[in-house]
């Protein structure tokens, strides 16, 4: 009984730091952490990172629109807050909230796609969302 109990709890103990270690390699990974890097890449006007963080060339009609209202925003209140994150297969959605002069807030919905085992910003889907009345 004692040694029952004892493969037990060692296999409990197994699973749980089985489990610990595969969070821990996901961190970092998903769709909030790309959305996270995007804007990090374009605070710190780093080229090589925003092409990293985004579906398509960086000197891309799109993702130079995208950059530009990124930029636009931020010049305001560099704090964005992260919001829900639907994510379904291969696709994402993570709303961003960006803090405005007159107290108010801008949501904008971030398309994202997983490449690989990366995931990147498609700027023309989410200035696509973006331009549609109510985002939807």
């Known amino acids: 009984m004692v040694r029952e109990n004892r493969r037990s709890l060692l296999a409990a103990v197994a699973l749980s730091v089985l489990t610990l270690a595969t969070f821990a390699a996901s961190a970092g990974r998903g769709p909030e952490s790309a959305v996270k890097k995007f804007h990090e890449a374009i605070k710190e006007n780093d080229e090589a990172a925003m092409a990293v963080s985004m579906a398509g060339p960086v000197d891309g009609v799109d993702q130079r629109q995208l950059i530009g209202l990124v930029r636009q925003l931020l010049s305001i209140e560099p704090h964005v807050e992260l919001g829900k994150v639907q994510s379904a297969g291969r696709d994402a959605v993570v ?11 801008q949501v904008v919905r971030f398309t994202l796609l997983q490449s690989q085992s990366r995931w990147q910003v498609d700027a023309k ?6 331009r549609r009345p109510f985002g939807f």
């Open 125 to 130: 889907k989410t200035l696509d969302l973006y």
């Open 95 to 105: 709303d961003v909230s960006y803090s405005l002069r007159n107290g108010r807030r």
